[in-house]
């Protein structure tokens, strides 16, 4: 599971990239659930998550943007 302090250090193209990767995994993810081959439940909700944290950051990001100008 990704850590906050983790990704705050990366950089706004690191995270877009980031995100598509968990975004694909996801998918992945609710298909194997749809046809009951999921191994690992759990790692669901930390893609989740996740993905979560990562658009809280960027929410954050250009916010503090916008106020700048």
């Known amino acids: 599971?990704?850590?906050?302090?983790?990704?705050?250090?990366?950089?706004?193209?690191?995270l877009a990239e980031?995100?598509?990767t968990l975004k694909r995994e996801q998918f992945n993810l609710r298909f194997q659930a749809a046809t009951n081959q999921l191994e690992a439940p759990?790692?669901?909700r930390e893609v989740r998550r996740t993905?979560?944290?990562?658009?809280?950051?960027?929410?954050?990001?250009?916010?503090?943007?916008?106020?700048?100008?």
């Open 1 to 14: 599971m990704a850590k906050t302090e983790d990704l705050r250090q990366k950089s706004d193209d690191q």
């Open 51 to 69: 993905i979560a944290k990562i658009k809280t950051l960027q929410n954050e990001r250009s916010r503090s943007e916008a106020a700048k100008a």
């Open 42 to 44: 759990a790692r669901i």
């Open 18 to 20: 980031e995100l598509t």
